[in-house]
């Protein structure tokens, strides 16, 4: 160690302890005052923070802008549905129009009428013309007679002896049934051939009983 290191540790000894301290604390305030960012980054900083918000807050208003916009189209597609339904029969019944226009002029005519015939021929258009109707809108009738009795498409409403047909085959159609589609929205109300067989059963059985009958009587 030299002269001169001997005289800086010296010094340095000699000095006070609150001396020591000062040093201490000002090389720490030292220290603290270059890990401190600079004002310019402190800038740049605050403008990202203020970019973010900015951000923020226009996704937000695009998002309340695009539940306001869904709301609306939801209101108006539940509106849009309504309206459907409750008008949905609208183009079946324009159709339907013409043929009561012919109605009415047949009917404004038949009082003057001297040809029945070309009054039945005018009547029968008018129905032509609403069948098609009906068949264009899937409407059909269902053809029964000579059919055997189906509880799918027809309605009994009795029997009937028929010679030379069989059992449970529809005689005649008392009401029209109808076909919408593939559903049956009417069933045909009709008449059906006995069962032979039944109606024997059904014969040995009024004999008997009018046997006990008798019977009863005479005791």
Do not use: C, W
């Not at 459907?84 to 183009?91: D, H, Q, T």
């Amino acid at each position: 160690m030299d002269s001169n290191d001997r005289k800086k540790k010296h010094m340095k000894d000699e000095k006070q302890p609150e001396e020591l301290k000062k040093e201490e604390t000002e090389e720490i305030k030292s220290d603290e005052r270059i890990s401190l960012p600079s004002e310019e980054e402190f800038s740049d900083e605050n403008k990202k923070l203020i970019e973010l918000e900015k951000q923020v807050a226009e996704l937000t208003d695009k998002f309340l802008r695009k539940a306001a916009e869904f709301e609306n189209y939801k209101r108006r597609t539940e509106n849009d549905q309504l309206n459907l339904i409750k008008y949905a029969a609208e183009s079946f019944i324009i159709k339907l129009l013409p043929v009561i226009d012919d109605f009415e002029r047949s009917l404004e005519h038949i009082d003057t009428a001297k040809n029945n015939d070309a009054l039945k021929e005018g009547i029968k258009l008018v129905y032509d013309k609403l069948i098609k109707v009906l068949d264009d809108q899937g409407v059909k009738k269902i053809e029964s007679v000579g059919k055997p009795f189906d509880v799918h498409y027809h309605e009994a409403l009795m029997q009937k002896k028929a010679d030379k047909v069989e059992p449970h085959t529809v005689l005649e159609e008392l009401e029209k049934g109808y076909l919408y589609k593939d559903r049956v929205i009417r069933h045909t109300k009709v008449i059906v051939s006995e069962d032979s067989s039944e109606e024997s059963v059904g014969t040995e059985k009024n004999e008997e009983e009018n046997i006990n009958k008798k019977n009863t009587n005479e005791e």
